[in-house]
């Protein structure tokens, strides 16, 4: 079984920084990419960042360049966001998921697996 835990996510106010966590288990981590999106409540999914295998490609959509970054242990099955000047915008819940290729896509219908989500909420 393969599951994708997500961690780390909290009410913070805006300019603030979190940090979420996503703990892969039942897959060969290092055989994945992995990806982040996210979901306010009446939008659809949206695509955040994306790192390779190896973790030396890396894609962001742009209303978070230069404040999210994406890194991946794979000693530990881990991937991180790194989110820092936080704005209300980014509230959402994020979900973390694993695609069976070398580079991380982006869209979501790309991905095999997907966590249950953190909920992130910045407030004003």
């Known amino acids: 079984q393969v599951q994708l835990v997500e961690s780390g996510g909290g009410l913070v106010q805006a300019g603030g920084s979190l940090r979420l966590s996503c703990a892969a288990s039942?897959?060969?981590?290092?055989?994945?990419?992995m990806g982040w999106f996210r979901q306010a409540p009446g939008e659809e999914r949206e695509f955040v960042a994306a790192i390779s295998r190896s973790g030396d490609t890396i894609t962001y959509t742009n209303s978070v360049k230069g404040r999210f970054t994406i890194s991946r242990a794979n000693a530990k099955n881990t991937v991180y966001l790194q989110m820092n000047s936080l704005k209300p915008e980014d509230t959402a819940l994020y979900y973390c998921?694993?695609?069976?290729?070398?580079?991380?896509?982006?869209?979501?219908?790309?991905?095999?697996?997907w966590g249950q989500g953190t909920q992130v909420t910045v407030s004003s």
């Open positions: 998921a694993a695609d069976d290729t070398i580079v991380g896509r982006t869209t979501d219908r790309s991905y095999d697996y």
């Open positions: 039942g897959l060969t981590f290092s055989n994945y990419a």
